[in-house]
């Protein structure tokens, strides 16, 4: 496994960064026994680095691995008050079994007005890496702009971005502004890693590609990816550090993902407010999605009262 430093956090991580939101509710749902076994395989083959927030619900996963040496652990929340961050960072202190949370932040920001909106989250995120409570503070985005805010804020320690092979779901600009970027963000400083690396499943006929992509990107220092299985895990680690990784048998694991909205949807409208990507749509009383815009992220089933939606 090859190892990085994260900016100027001081932070050792590995190349492949354990997502865990496939893990959680929004997505596969694992028993705990099975998201533990995968999590231990992770470890195994050296990585250290695992990516969660709030809204996953998988911190009740990471506990297995967030109180080994060398782990770091990521997190955010939608918090935007100071009071509303101090209940979010307690809450992974108290369900990841840490007094020290390693990286913690703002969780999905679109721009410099909104990151001055959550301006009270962020003080109060500076004010606990003061008393020895957090290391660094992270901003994740899918907007190019935020990006370039991001690394011109002294309190952003490290920023997780979109990116991929193909631009999808890059939002306010092209693959190449999102290069140019976070390429910015590495220049001020900042540690950067990716997200939707295999543009939310879209590229998973070619993952090798889209990994090797990422992997050869120069501006990170490691590459988020969903992971729900042993194999992937096996996979993801090896083309991300350069070693040959055979592809799995027959197709195993290859079954494209969707966004199932069941029939008994009341067309509330409250996913279609909270998704990013513009995928879904209120049409003769029902949500529908757009399958091309879909990232598959899941974030319209936690906002859905009825249950009606989730990724299979």
Known sequence: MRYSELGRTGLKVSALCFGTLALGPAQYDLPPD??????????????????TAEIYGTYRHLRVVSDLPGAVVASRSFAATAEEMRQSFELARRELGRDELDIFGLHEQESGLTLKGHRGAVEFLASRKRKGLLRAICVSTHHVECVRAAAMLDEVDVVFALLNSQGLGIRG?????????LALARDTGKGVYLMKVLGGG????DARRALEYARDFPHKDSVAVGLKDEYEVEFAAKVLSGEDAPDRPGDAGTRWKRLLVEDWCEGCGECVKQCSFDALRLESGKARVDPGKCMLCGYCAHACPHFCLKVV
């Not at 099975?34 to 990516?51: I, T």
């Open 34 to 51: 099975e998201a533990v076994r995968v999590l231990r395989k992770a470890w195994r083959l050296g990585v250290n680095f695992f990516d």
């Open 202 to 205: 879209h590229l998973f006929r």
């Open 173 to 181: 600009g092209s693959r190449q502004d999102m290069e140019e970027a």
